[in-house]
Structures are given as C-alpha cells and as structure tokens.
T-cell receptor, first 111, second 110 residues
Framework: KAGVTQTPRYLIKTRGQQVTLSCSPI?????VSWYQQTPGQGLQFLFEYFSETQRNKGNFPGRFSGRQFSNSRSEMNVSTLELGDSALYLC??????????FGPGTRLTVT | GQNIDQPTEMTATEGAIVQINCTYQ??????LFWYQQHAGEAPTFLSY????GLEEKGRFSSFLSRSKGYSYLLLKELQMKDSASYLC???????????FGGGTRLMVKP
C-alpha cells in the first residue's frame, strides 16, 4: 500500500506570495491533518479534514487555509507569506481511531 | 488546552537502556502516542497507550499513568540508528487532534 505523498517536496517563495501544498493520503484513509514543524516551536497542529469538512483547527492565523476533495486528497494554502512561515509542513492521514501516518513533508523557505 | 513536556536532549551509550519521559496536562485525553523522527525525515509511529500500564514492542516499550499525566518510552539495547528525536503526543477527547511535545533529541554514542 502506498504511503502518504506530498508535493512539492521543496519550495522557495518570496515574502508576500502565496503557496499551495498538496497531500494524497493512504488509500482508504479519510482523515487528513496538517502540521507545521519548526526548530523553535516543534510540531504544531494546523487543521484536520474529514470527508471534505474541516473538523479541527489549530491556533494559526487566517492566512493558513485548507480543503479536502472527494477523493480525500487535501491542499493547504498560505497567503501573504512571511519569513516566519519557513518550515517543514507535514501531512498525516489515518482511518478513524488509528494512529496517524505522516508524509515526507514539504520544506518551504520564504525569502 | 494541552501542555506536554519532555526533555530537550538526552545522550546514551550504544547497548544501554534509556528512558524518555513525557508529562502532560490536558483538558481531554484519548490516548498517548510516541513517534520517532530522524533528521530530515517524517515522524514514524512507535507506540500507543490509552490504558494505564506497559506496552512492549521489541526493543521499545511505552508506559502510561493517566492519574499522574505521565508516560515514558523505554529503549533497550540501544543502537546507533536509534539516534533521532522522539515525540510524545496526546490525542484529544474527540479522538481527532494530536498535540505534540517539543520532542527529545536522543544521541547514541559508541
């Protein structure tokens, strides 16, 4: 069974731009969660989607948004990028009640 | 809210045993997870505890005491490849959201 895939793996953007990251969950997994990981703050929860609905949201500004499609694939968008948004963005999928399986992440650098 | 604490760094010797502690204060609890993360890679699942007691899985064991808000991950017969960050995470009551601790960076020396 294929694992969680994320695209792109690496991205460099300029302050003020926007970015869209993509995540394809493991087949059969309907829950997709997004996390931001930085050296200073560790792994922080962004949001979770289940059946195309946002089920939970972390403490991030409205510049961070996401969506989920009918095939469970998910995207997250960050608008008006700031230097502090430079991070590893991880996507994780799971079946209800099970542990989360993480993708390899997208490393975003904002210059 | 959730507050999860674990040591920032630990060092141990190859072949030895190391215990990584995690304490938590949460408004809801529906299980505690341990993940391993090698530098530059994604976290991988190690263990899950929802009831008090010890869960053993090969060289790795995890313990939970819900009344004390305490868990530990025990690594036996340490190998160099065990050098990684170990993340403790608590799942909320609804069973949907994971809150992670800052991670413990373990360095295994020869």
């Amino acid at each position: 069974k294929a694992g969680v895939t994320q695209t792109p793996r690496y991205l460099i953007k300029t302050r003020g731009q926007q970015v869209t990251l993509s995540c394809s969950p493991i087949s059969g997994h309907r829950s997709v969660s997004w996390y931001q990981q930085t050296p200073g703050q560790g792994l922080q929860f962004l949001f979770e989607y289940f059946s195309e609905t946002q089920r939970n949201k972390g403490n991030f500004p409205g510049r961070f948004s996401g969506r989920q499609f009918s095939n469970s694939r998910s995207e997250m968008n960050v608008s008006t990028l700031e230097l502090g948004d430079s991070a590893l963005y991880l996507c994780a999928s799971r079946r209800t009640g099970d542990e989360q399986y993480f993708g390899p992440g997208t490393r975003l650098t904002v210059t | 809210g959730q507050n999860i604490d674990q040591p920032t760094e630990m060092t141990a010797t190859e072949g030895a045993i190391v215990q990584i502690n995690c304490t938590y204060q949460t408004s809801g609890f529906n299980g505690l997870f341990w993940y391993q993360q090698h530098a530059g890679e994604a976290p991988t699942f190690l263990s899950y505890n929802v009831l008090d007691g010890l869960e053993e899985k090969g060289r790795f064991s995890s313990f939970l005491s819900r009344s004390k808000g305490y868990s530990y991950l025990l690594l036996k017969e340490l190998q160099m490849k065990d050098s990684a960050s170990y993340l403790c995470a608590v799942r909320d009551n609804a069973g949907n959201m994971l809150t992670f601790g800052g991670g413990t960076r373990l360095m295994v020396k020869p």
